[in-house]
Every structure is written in structure tokens, then in C-alpha cells.
């Protein structure tokens, strides 16, 4: 349904609500300020443009949304994509990845997408957030120990490498602030948990290092005079060359955008009780993503920690995100120049703490102690996202994932001969027959689970070892869910080898799916439509009857 959540809620809103959408919407922008600044700096971006990102997309995707609660803005998960584009195609090319991200997203959403994103493996979702974690704290560490200002490669080890060579150009005091900033993140919450920690530790240590004059690199240094206030639309010169190159970019964005958002609004329903329209936040997601970027903003989606922020204030309907993005408009426009005397260390601090959230090592540690298959889908997610990229990362981890899937599900497929089985063998059941049932020169086969693709070679090996051509050959179907081209294609090949030997084949049992597509694959003329029976009883009758009337010769196939 694509009605947006806040008009839903305002059907029965009241004075009462309004005051605990005021007071989340108030303590959720200001934890907004930090983080926006410390995002677009860490994306090599201005910090202005985190500020517009939270005012223009956070008000877009509350108003537009479909959760009570998603709060909208940039975020950690974003970062490195975000770099990776500006420094090879600046930021007009990141405006054009972005807008084009937006449109993705609202086809996704119109063409009901929404429940698809569900369908990405929780292993992916780790690996890549967790590799994507590592790479913020690393990107920050030359800001967090006072390093001197130079072109760091965007590789996290060879930054690292980087880093090593200009260890000579720490700052004592950066490292200081830094430190006293982990200390306020880490130690505030005891103390009080209205005024957010990371508000407090910009306030605290930025006074600091004003009073003391402290010689450490503050925003205003590294990026010059910040204008208050918002700015004019502006539209990048586009070519159809830079088009074709950042579609793959554009993609990247807009996957990541869909799982976020939509991962963030799963938190949420779980925390209030609640269910998001996907679809429709996959519309706001997208226009949102397809507005920002023209007034100066960078990538957005639902942010997990501020959204729970939001839930944990009280904040209930979508006016809270809007009171959120109003304040930090309000805050920019009266205090938005004093954003420059922000040590870099200070913003460092924060992001690391978020860094260290993102890579959620006890999620990874249960994640490597369940099953191998998982495990396995992590590691080469988490490697491949930090080694290469998120988009190989995440389309190879999917793909790993579909693949480990299918040999699951067709270890799960059992071919088995019910002729060769009596109430004596091991495993024999209630379901098998007596030897003696079954009428000289028919054999019975029991197929169970889904008969696709991937349990295909199963079902044409274990055939193929029939060491004597029978006079009927039943297939039992009674417990095959589901079949795919794969599997109807492998049936006709039986029929048509079969038949050549003077077999006859009866389907006994077929559920619903498969009988459909047996029906419209043309397999019931092949075998006849007398052939394919109700019932194992009546398939055994009927093959009895056929083995004594029937002489044993060879026929040619029916096409």
C-alpha cells in the first residue's frame, strides 16, 4: 500500500503524542548535528553537506515514509561509497549517482520490490557492515592521532601503510582529545541518557581546546569558512558518458539505501510493536535520494541508531522526524558557522565509536559458530568488501549465498526405490511397501522434496542405476512440493528413455504445483493422462495389470 505512514497517523493524533514527538524530535537533532558533520567529512565531502542531508532527507523520508518512526539522514554505511565516488568523480559526479540511486529506488518501491529486500542473507548483511565499519575507523585514525594532512589512499591497508610512513607527524594533543571524546561517549550514558552523549562531547572538548588553545586541526582549518543557512538547487552538467559510468555506482547506492532503510525499519517494528509499508519507503528513500543531492546534500537512508534514539524518547509517528530535521535547520541557520572551531579529533572520536558498533563483533562471533555455509558467506563478504569493493562484496556474497542454498536444498531431496524395500531394512517406514505388494516387473520409486535444478543430477543417477529395464516404472510424487523447468525436463527425459525400452511410466500422487506444470509442459501426453493416477494403491493395480497384459517391447517415444 503506498500511503505514506503520516497519514495514517494523524487520523488519531493528539496533544499528548504531539508533546513526545516534540521532545524525541528535539533530542534525536541534536545527536543528528555531530554525526552529519563527521559523515560528510569522513565521505570527503564538506561538512555543510551532511547538515543539508539531514534537513532535506530527513524531513522528506518522515513525511513521505513508511514507518512511524525511521529517522532519515546520512550515514556510517554510506561513507565509503561515497569517498570512493567523490574522489574519482567529484562531486557533481556523486550528485549524478545519487539522483540517479533516488529514481532506482522509487521503481523499486512502485513495483512493490519491497518484500525482496528481505530476502538478502543476515551472513551478507554482517559481512559487508562489518567490513564497511573497520574501514571508517580506519579512515579516521589520522584525524584521531594528529597525523599531517595528506592524499591517504582510500584502501584501508594501504592507508594503513600510509599512516605508518607519516607516524613521525602525531599530534600529542589530538590523540588527547580524541581520547577525552571515546571517554564522554563511553562514560556519559551513566550518568544521564536526556542529553545525548555525542552532543555533549562535541560541546565539552571543542570548549576545551578553545580555552586551553590547543594546536589541533579544527573543521574551519581543514575546509575554510562555513556559510550558514541552506543553498540554491544547483544542477550538475551531465554527459551521456559519465551517465553510463556511474550507473554501477547509482546501483551500489541504491541497494545500499534499500537494505538500510528497510533493515532500520525492521529494528523499529520490533522495538514499538509495529509494522513499515516497504514499498512505500522504498518511494521516500528514493525521492529523498533524487531532491538532497540537488540542494547540496549527499546519500540518505534510515538510520538505525537514531531511529532507535527516536523509539527510546518516546518519539511514536512520523512528526517526530520532522521536528528532528526542523531543529537541525533551525540550529544551522543561527549556529551553523560556529561548526568551524569543531576539533577534527573531536568528530573522529565519535566516528570511531560508530565504527566499532557497525562491525557488531558479537553478531560476527554467533555468526562463525553457526552453521559452516554461513560462516563461509560471511568471511568472503567481510574480505571482499574490505579488499575490493561493497558492490563485489555483497554480489559475490549473494551469489555464494544462492549457491549454498541450493546444494541445502537438494541434500534434502531423496530418490529411493520402494521395490528393493521391505518392513525389514533400517529404514524402512509405514509409507513402503511389502516386497511382496509389488508385482513382478514394475518398479516403484518415491520421490521427497522440492525436484529443481539443483536435485536434478540426483534424480537421473539414481534412475540410471536400474540394472534391469521394467515393465512399468511408477513414480510416487507425493511429497514433491514444488518442480522447475530443470525437473520437468529431466521427467521427459525418463519418459522418452523409457519408452524406448518398452517401459511404461506412471505418475502416481502429484501435488498441485507440480501437476500444473506437468500439464502445461506436455509431460501428461507423454505418458498418457490415464497414466498419471491419485493414488499409489491404484498406480500399483494399474502396473500389475499392464506387466501381465503388456509384451516387453521397444516403441518409439512420444516427441
Known sequence: MLVPKLVTTLKDYNRRQFVSDLTAGLIVGVVAIPLAIAFAIASGLTPQRGLYTTIVAGFLISVLGGSRVQIGGPTGAFVVIVYGIVQKYGVDGLTIATTMAGILLIVLGVSRMGNAIKFIPHSVTIGFTSAIGLTILVQQLDAAFGLAKAAYPAHPIERIVAY?????????????VCAAT?????????????????????????????????PVVTVGERFGHLQGGLPMPTLPHVDFGTLR?????????????????????VVAD???????????????????????????????????????????AGGRTPIAGIIHSLTV?????????????????????????????????RVVRAELRGPRSDAVVLVAVFALTLLVDLTVGIGVGVVLASLLFVRRMAAMTEVRSLTELNDSDEDATDELLP??????GVEVYDVAGPFFFGAAEQFKDTLA????????????MRRVPFIDSTGLNVLRDLVRRTQRDGTTVILAEIQEQPRQAIQRGGLVEMVGGDHVVGSLDLAIAMSGQIALDKPKTRRTPVA
Open 164 to 176: 605508518a610512513h607519516n607516524a613521525g607527524t602525531a599530534n600529542g594533543y589530538a590523540a588527547a
Open 182 to 214: 571515546l571517554a564522554i561517549l563511553l562514560v556519559w550514558p551513566r550518568i544521564s541518557r536526556t542529553v545525548p552523549a555525542p552532543f555533549v562531547a562535541l560541546i565539552a572538548t571543542t570548549v576545551a581546546v578553545r580555552l586551553l588553545h590547543l
Open 245 to 265: 559510468e556511474l550507473v554501477l555506482p547509482a546501483c551500489t547506492i541504491a541497494g545500499l539505501g534499500a537494505i538500510e532503510s528497510l533493515l532500520s525499519a
Open 270 to 312: 520490533g522495538m514499538i510493536s509495529g509494522r513499515h509499508r516497504p514499498n512505500m519507503e522504498l518511494v521516500a528513500q528514493g525521492v529523498a535520494n533524487v531532491v538532497t543531492p540537488i540542494l547540496g546534500g549527499m546519500p540518505a537512508t534510515g538510520a538505525i541508531a537514531r531511529t532507535a534514539t527516536n523509539v527510546k
Open 329 to 361: 535547520l533551525l540550529i544551522t541557520l543561527a549556529f551553523g558557522a560556529w561548526a568551524e572551531i569543531i576539533p577534527l579529533a573531536t568528530l573522529a572520536g565519535i566516528l570511531l565509536v560508530v565504527a566499532y558498533r557497525m562491525m557488531e563483533w
Open 435 to 440: 516386497r511382496e505388494s509389488i508385482p513382478p
Open 465 to 476: 542405476a536400474i540394472s534391469k529395464k521394467p515393465r512399468v516404472l511408477v513414480v510416487r
